[in-house]
T-cell receptor, first 113, second 112 residues
Framework: AQSVSQHNHHVILSEAASLELGCNYS??????LFWYVQYPGQHLQLLLK??????LVKGIKGFEAEFIKSKFSFNLRKPSVQWSDTAEYFC???????????FGTGTKLQVIP | DSGVTQTPKHLITATGQRVTLRCSPR?????VYWYQQSLDQGLQFLIQ???????AKGNILERFSAQQFPDLHSELNLSSLELGDSALYFC???????????FGPGTRLTVL
């Protein structure tokens, strides 16, 4: 069975600091990988996704993620965070023909102005 | 706007009652997923339907059930409600070619 681990549960950064959120998954086959963001009081929205090709994926709002197959990782990065990035971030993995998606437990990011 | 709609937006009810939450997927999406999000449990996958058939089950209690109708809308039924069932319930539909999920705005259930 596939699983997703997000090791950081709560991250606090000052504006302009760099961000890296860890995501590791366990599944030996081909996977599609996603990062979703949930702003306070809102629903989850897609930040970026990886299906194949260039392992460095760029998403909205200056976010990017790198797929490292050998490490089963898909870490999310942003060089300089803003107060408006305060949100909860979820990593997700999809595999198999039935499109079952497994979400990580989420990382709450708080950016201090 | 994701194209996924959920009703109602808010629901306040008492313990022991039964409620039905409704979800309409994006046009063309055949899969519907239900999630429960609470402060202590985080985001929990409940159940998935694909074109009317149950496809995957997660941490769904026996007091909860769901179905997907021929027009592809889905309903989540929660019965014998307990205080701990208070949560945000999200529905999502997916693009079958990729697995990317599109989330609805959620229904906030408060059990008093």
């Amino acid at each position: 069975a596939q699983s997703v681990s997000q090791h950081n549960h709560h991250v606090i950064l000052s504006e302009a600091a760099s961000l890296e959120l860890g995501c590791n998954y366990s599944y030996g086959g081909t996977v599609n990988l996603f990062w979703y963001v949930q702003y306070p009081g809102q629903h989850l929205q897609l930040l970026l996704k990886y299906f194949s090709g260039d392992p460095l994926v760029k998403g909205i709002k200056g976010f990017e993620a790198e797929f490292i197959k050998s490490k089963f990782s898909f870490n999310l990065r942003k060089p300089s965070v803003q107060w408006s990035d305060t949100a909860e971030y979820f990593c997700a993995v999809n595999s198999g023909g039935y499109q079952k998606v497994t979400f990580g437990t989420g990382t709450k990011l708080q950016v201090i102005p | 706007d994701s194209g996924v709609t959920q009703t109602p937006k808010h629901l306040i009810t008492a313990t022991g009652q039964r409620v039905t939450l409704r979800c309409s997927p994006r046009s063309g999406d055949l899969s519907v997923y239900w999630y429960q999000q609470s402060l202590d449990q985080g985001l929990q996958f409940l159940i998935q339907y694909y074109n009317g058939e149950e496809r995957a089950k997660g941490n769904i209690l026996e007091r909860f059930s769901a179905q997907q109708f021929p027009d592809l809308h889905s309903e989540l039924n929660l019965s014998s409600l307990e205080l701990g069932d208070s949560a945000l319930y999200f529905c999502a539909s997916s693009d079958e070619s990729s697995g990317e999920q599109f989330f609805g705005p959620g229904t906030r259930l408060t059990v008093l």
